[in-house]
């Protein structure tokens, strides 16, 4: 019978997941992990595996707290439309209010991953792709209901968002100046018909 684990797999999640969230995953070392989780290494490995594993298991307790929340919740309450004034909005207002300039993990992790990661590759291309469907339902939802125009095909209008969004988080790791950010959100929005971002994220 497994003994059961002896600390809060959440904490240890979230303290991993800063660690790689702020360093990248080459850069943060078992030594890091070990001090900011309070684990010994075998304890680490034991639960996860190895590094990559506790890696990708923080990555995705990170986008369920954020990322699939956030889909989640403005799909629930909001027009299509503004769901995605929204959501560029709640991007905006959380880079430029992160003073360590982090940008987004899972952009980060897209940026620093090699060729010779496939299982982690496929993992964050799929977690992209989901942000891409995103913008994509409610493109087709918004131009079904006369809200958003026909400007481009839905499909092409997602991909053209998901650019945005991945350009505005970069951008987000070395200029998180408001002005800037909202600068390459806000004519995206307007080419395609979409509603502005919201008051608070477009003002300084």
């Known amino acids: 019978m497994a003994r059961p684990r002896e600390f809060d797999e959440q904490q ?11 360093n990248g995953f080459e850069a943060t070392s078992t030594r890091d992990l070990v001090k900011c989780t309070g684990l010994t290494q075998p304890s680490l490995y034991n ?16 986008l369920e707290r954020t990322l699939h929340e ?10 299509p439309g503004h769901a995605i004034a929204s959501f560029f909005g709640e991007i905006v207002d959380r880079s430029v209010a992160d003073a ?20 982690c590759r496929q993992g964050i291309a799929g977690e992209l792709a989901q942000i891409q469907a995103f913008f994509q339902r409610c493109m087709e939802a918004g131009q079904a209901s006369g809200e958003v125009p026909t400007v481009l ?7 053209h968002l998901l650019a945005v969004l991945l350009g505005v988080r970069v951008l987000a790791r070395v200029r998180p100046e408001r002005a800037l950010l909202t600068g390459a ?3 995206a929005l307007s080419l395609l018909g979409l509603p502005p971002l919201p008051v608070a994220a477009s003002t300084a």
């Open 12 to 22: 240890v999640l979230e303290a991993a997941g800063d660690a790689f969230w702020a």
């Open 70 to 79: 956030r889909i989640a919740r403005l799909e629930s309450s909001q027009t």
């Open 47 to 62: 639960a996860f595996g190895d590094k990559r594993g506790l890696f990708l298991r923080a990555l995705e307790h990170y």
């Open 100 to 119: 360590r300039h982090r940008g987004c993990m899972l952009v980060n992790a897209a940026v620093e991953s090699t060729p010779g990661d496939a299982a």
């Open 153 to 159: 095909p839905a499909a092409d209008a997602g991909a």
């Open 185 to 187: 959100v806000s004519p």
